[in-house]
C-alpha cells in the first residue's frame, strides 16, 4: 500500500485526509494488544504519505468529517443523528460555512496570516519569551527559520489549505536551547490516549522533568520514543479570539484543538520551517538545530495571560502577543 500511494503522488496525485473515527470509537472490548497492532499496521502504511506531506511535494489537505461514530464519541449522552447535528452545528461556523462566500472568508484569513508571518520574519528573531499563567519558558529559534502557517504552494505549484481549520503560525525552536517551564491548559489526544495538566521542564533544550494530573507512564512513554523525543520541534501562535478557542468543549482530535491556542510539540520539526530544510539529510537537520524523531506531540498553552516577546540579536524585545491575543503591530 505504502508503495502504491507514493507512486500516485509521483504521478501527481493530491492527498487529502477525512478524519471521521477516533481510537477510542473502538469497541469497548478491544485488547490493548489490538489497538496497538492497528496503530501500527496503519502508521506502517501512511509512512510515506506523511513524509510526502511534511516535504509538500504535493498539495494536501487535512480535515474532520462529522460521521455519527465520531459524533457520538463527543457527544454520549445523545442518539447519533442528533450528536451528529449538534457537531455540523458547531463544525459550520468554525469552517466558515456560515458566510455567504466561505472561500472568499479562507482566503482573507489566508493573506492576515501572511501578513504576520511575513512581519515575523522581518525581525528575525533570535528567541521567544513565552509568559504568564504558569507558564515561563525562553525558546531560541533557529537560524533562517521561516514562520509558516498551515496555507501555502505545494512544490507542484497549487496553492491548498494544508489543513483546515487552521488559526495557527508556526515556526522551528532550535532544540538545543530551550529554558523554563510551560503548563499545558488543554488535554492532549495521541492515538486515542490522553494526557492532562502536563507540566515540562526544560534545561539546555531537554525535557529534564515532566508533571501531569493524568496518565503519567503515558506521558513518560511519549516522551521516550526516542532519543531525540525530549527536544522541541515546534512553537505556535494562536489568538485566542477565533471560534474554536471560544468553543469550551475539545475535540479530542489535535487537528482542531492544538487551533484553541498557542502550543508547543515536542518531537520532530516541519522541515520546511528553515530555508531548503526539505531537501536536506536528517543527519543536516539536526545540525541545523531541527529536532528529527518519530513523534511530535502538540501540547497547548491555552490561557488569556499568556504573553509573547520576540527577542532579536541584539537583545530589544518586541510585543508580539499580550492577554492571548495579538498585539501593536501584528493585531
Known amino acids: ?33 489490538r489497538k496497538a ?70 482566503q482573507e484569513h489566508r493573506r492576515k496570516l501572511i501578513s504576520r508571518a511575513n512581519l515575523l520574519k522581518g525581525y528575525s528573531f533570535d528567541s521567544l519569551h513565552l509568559h504568564g499563567g504558569e507558564t515561563d519558558l525562553k525558546v531560541r529559534l533557529v537560524r533562517e527559520h521561516i514562520w509558516t502557517s498551515a496555507f501555502g504552494t505545494a512544490k507542484n505549484g497549487v496553492d491548498c489549505a494544508f489543513s483546515l481549520p487552521s ?30 495538566e502536563v507540566v515540562l521542564y526544560f534545561h539546555e533544550g531537554r525535557i529534564i ?14 516522551l521516550d520514543e526516542d532519543e531525540q523525543s525530549r527536544y522541541l520541534g515546534e512553537v505556535a501562535i494562536v489568538s485566542e479570539d477565533n471560534t474554536i478557542a471560544n468553543q469550551p468543549m475539545s475535540f479530542k482530535n489535535l487537528l482542531f484543538d492544538e487551533n484553541a491556542g498557542c502550543h508547543i510539540a515536542f518531537g ?14 536528517k543527519e543536516e537537520l539536526l545540525n541545523a538545530g ?14 488569556n495571560q499568556l504573553s509573547i516577546d520576540g527577542v532579536t540579536h541584539d537583545g530589544s524585545k518586541f510585543n508580539i502577543m499580550r492577554n492571548g491575543l495579538w498585539s501593536g503591530e501584528f493585531n
Open 209 to 222: 522533568t515532566a508533571e501531569t494530573e493524568g496518565d503519567y507512564e503515558l506521558l513518560l512513554k511519549m
Open 167 to 196: 488559526e495557527e503560525l508556526f515556526t522551528s525552536p532550535d532544540w538545543h536551547r530551550a529554558e523554563g517551564r510551560i503548563n499545558s491548559t488543554r488535554k492532549t489526544y495521541k492515538d486515542g490516549y490522553a494526557v492532562d
Open 268 to 281: 520532530t520539526c516541519y522541515p520546511h520551517t528553515i530555508r531548503n530544510g526539505a531537501a536536506i539529510t
Open 37 to 106: 497492532a492497528f496503530f501500527q499496521s496503519y502508521m506502517q502504511a501512511i509512512t510515506e504519505v506523511h513524509s510526502r506531506r511534511r516535504a509538500i511535494s504535493t498539495n494536501s489537505c487535512i480535515s474532520l468529517y462529522p460521521t455519527p461514530e465520531y459524533s457520538s464519541y463527543l457527544f454520549p449522552e445523545a442518539e447519533p443523528s442528533e450528536a451528529q447535528l449538534r457537531l455540523m452545528e458547531i463544525l459550520t461556523p468554525i469552517l466558515k460555512l456560515d458566510k455567504c462566500d466561505p472561500v472568499k472568508e479562507w
Open 1 to 33: 500500500i505504502e508503495q502504491a500511494l507514493g507512486r500516485l503522488i509521483d504521478d501527481g496525485a493530491a492527498i487529502l485526509f477525512l478524519y471521521g473515527a477516533h481510537p477510542e470509537a473502538m469497541y469497548a472490548d478491544t485488547s490493548e494488544q
Open 290 to 303: 531541527m529536532n528529527v524523531s518519530k513523534q511530535h506531540i502538540d501540547l497547548i498553552i491555552w490561557s
